[in-house]
């Protein structure tokens, strides 16, 4: 499925076997075209012939895409980044995360035959925005399917981050939330919020509480803060709503006593 501008874009696809798949693209660039490689890779444990004969075959696609077109390589790689960029300077920086399998070898080489780059490895990230895969049990995180392009378009990588560095999702919020509560406030006034009459103490300390635990989600460091930040949220909610459950039980209760 694509979306209405992408469809309109559509120069071409093919479909090379069960494991890849290349759709081509016009781009602004009357002379440039965008190639999206897309492929589900051998897993890391698989026969060797099968992984070889596999990247046989995404080399040859990759080699028909001319050197001057927007070529991205992406999909399932299985292949583990990793920190260590030893011998490998050239195509991937020292931001990765966990540690490189055998499979990122293949990868690796795969990308410097045919002078690209890999994302998410040049420039630094927070943690919890490096990792790519985790575990079930939310123990261990890697960076896993990192997208590649050749290296002539590294720069569009670069501009994304340098807006980034210029202004946050953080930064853009706040200002508008800035600029939205002072329009509220002249134009409609401050209004105190009252709660309901019958709800208990217990109960707002609990919505105090569960308020205050909200900020953990979006400043935990990995995945695994962050499930449990927000594993911790959600049962503060559960709480509070069985706290106003009771306190309304209760108010109904003392009501139907005095009439």
Known sequence: MLFKEALNALVGWESHGSRIIKASFKTKKERITMNIIQCYAPTNESNENIKGQFYEQLQSTIGKCPRKHFTILMGDLNAKVGIDNTEYEDIMGQHGLGERNDN?????????????????????????????????????????DRNCINRNFRRTMEDDLLKEEETTMEDNWKSIKE?????????????????????????LDSIKERKNKKPAINNSRTRAENVQAQAECIEANKQVKKSIKADKRKYVKELSTTV
């Open 104 to 144: 990122i070898e293949r990868y690796a080489n795969l990308c410097a035959f045919n002078k690209s780059v890999i994302g998410g490895t040049i420039f630094p990230h927070k943690r919890i925005r490096k990792a790519t895969w985790i575990s079930p049990h939310h123990t261990t995180e890697n960076q896993i």
């Open 179 to 203: 600029a939205l509560t002072s329009t509220w406030q002249e134009v409609l006034g401050l209004n105190k919020h009252h709660h309901k009459e019958w709800i208990s103490i217990e109960t």
